[in-house]
């Protein structure tokens, strides 16, 4: 065992659990390799911030489902997902002694896939940062560059992952949140489509489905085999895409046919893209051609502007609701002293929004997300920046400052997400792939994206990629 767990870090999560299914090792001693990275690493990097290592040690003990992951250790996001007993507080002190009362669909299907849950990973203060630094458990740091920053929302989940605390955790994505870190980490991140990972019981829907759950992992092969587990709709979900023809695992290993792929290197914002960015989709277009594709350059024609106006008002009217329904899950009435000053100014913002202009906006996003996919139709892949920048130093997206900051706070993101929001927008799936570093060491994700409910043509092209420019062995300066 102990000279396999030197090796922890060689392996996916698929690797792993194919050591426990061979009797190779038991799943307490991945638990507790896992655990004793934690605690080696999390003083650095601050990515884990609620610890489950009894219920873990409990799960690897007993009797485990027999699951493609049986007896892998694995982290969820403090956001979204609900473990029935496990504090769910969303990195926000309003909600830091809630405790989930029963579990979220995902969660049943993650049980049953035979993964232990180890902790929570960090996130900012409601999942409305490109940055995960909470007031509430304070900043989780880039394993690439301890002041850089790791992302957000998912950024603990990413930096996690990245620093070899183990392979494989949740994440969750509204406007960029599993690829923006995938991006900064050096990790693989996919939004999957709108409707193919359900968010039962606790939402009928999530953002009107712009929101996904999903994980960030070392492998291509893990992410399709974690989609396969997770996704598949509940009876009355209001988004079922077509059922895939085959397991996403199987695609993985399946030589796509020579694909057309466009080629976008510009902001629709007009905002410049990070030099670095634009290299490392140049350098993946002509990989690409060097294995028979078809490149060619195109751009976006949808309105930006008017994309994101609506999806910021929509947005801040469902962070009301939501807080609403916080309200009654605490039992008491928030103030503003419970949140940061982004969150609080989120809810005011909202008030202002009628049911009518409400309504406008739902209809501005459906029509905008028509335009999205139209101009993505001719292709059978979009290849751009994940981001316009790398990744940024802390402290950049201060959600605590005071209220002038805060209103600027919403332009300073806009730029850094004009290539992931329209794809929540849209439904179309996208995935951020770590095959670029800048030259000074920091990761730079490459997005390719897909035709709505078409997850099987970005494995088949990640997959490809991945085997012949592989980055496993690539590992962060801090790491375990």
């Not at 579990?103 to 232990?116: C, E, N, T, W, Y």
Request: hydrophobic share 40%; net charge neutral.
């Amino acid at each position: 065992m102990a000279s396999l767990m030197k090796e922890f870090d060689k392996y996916d999560a698929l690797g792993l659990a194919a050591l426990v299914r061979r009797k190779e090792i038991k799943p307490i001693e991945l638990v507790e390799t896992a655990i004793e990275r934690i605690e080696r690493m999390n003083p650095v990097l601050n990515c884990v911030n609620i610890k489950t290592y009894d219920l873990a040690r409990r799960l690897a003990q007993g009797p485990l489902p027999d699951g493609p992951f049986t007896g892998v250790p694995f982290l969820l996001k403090d956001l979204g997902l609900m473990y029935a007993g496990v504090k769910t507080t969303s990195g926000c002190s309003f909600y830091k002694d809630f405790v989930a009362r029963d579990d979220s669909v995902v969660v049943q299907r993650i049980k049953q896939a035979g993964l232990i849950p180890v902790g929570k990973t960090n996130t900012p203060e409601l999942g409305l940062a490109p940055s995960t630094e909470p007031r509430l458990y304070g900043p989780t740091r880039n394993p690439w560059n301890l002041e850089h920053t790791a992302g957000g929302s998912s950024g603990g989940s990413g930096a996690a992952v990245a620093a070899r605390i183990l392979p494989v955790a949740d994440g969750s994505d509204g406007g960029g949140s599993i690829r923006t870190p995938a991006s900064n980490n050096g990790v693989v991140g996919l939004k999957p489509c709108r409707g193919r990972v359900p968010v039962a019981p606790h939402q009928g829907d999530m953002w009107y489905g712009q929101a996904c759950m999903n994980c960030l992992s070392l492998t291509v092969r893990d992410t399709a085999a974690y989609l396969d587990v997770v996704s598949g709709p509940v009876p009355g979900d209001p988004y079922q895409p077509a059922k895939p023809v085959r397991p996403f695992l199987e695609e993985v290993s399946i030589e796509p046919d020579r694909l057309k792929i466009g080629v976008v290197t510009r902001s629709i914002t007009g905002d410049p893209v990070d030099p670095e960015c634009v290299r490392a989709v140049e350098e993946t277009a002509r990989l690409c051609a060097d294995l028979r594709h078809e490149v060619m350059e195109t751009k976006f024609t949808f309105d930006f502007d008017l994309a994101v106006k609506s999806f910021n008002r929509a947005a801040r009217v469902l962070a009301l609701m939501a807080l609403e329904d916080g309200e009654r899950m605490v039992g008491r009435k928030a103030t503003a002293e419970d949140f940061e000053t982004v969150s609080w100014l989120t809810f005011e913002l909202g008030k202002m929004v009628s049911g009518v202009q409400h309504a406008r906006d739902i209809e501005a996003l459906r029509q905008c997300s028509r335009q999205i996919a139209r101009d993505c139709e001719p292709f059978d892949i979009v290849l751009s920046p994940t981001m316009a920048v790398r990744p940024q130093r802390l402290g950049l997206y201060d959600m605590n400052g005071p209220p002038e900051s805060a209103r600027t706070f919403g332009s300073l993101i806009k730029s850094h997400l004009a290539f992931t929001m329209p794809f929540n927008i849209s439904g179309q799936p996208a995935m951020s792939l770590p095959l670029h570093w800048s030259k000074d060491g920091l990761p730079i994700g490459v997005q390719i994206v897909a035709r709505y409910a078409d997850e099987a043509t970005i494995f088949r092209l990640a997959g490809q990629l991945e085997k012949v420019r592989p980055w496993i062995d690539r590992k962060p300066p801090v790491h375990a």
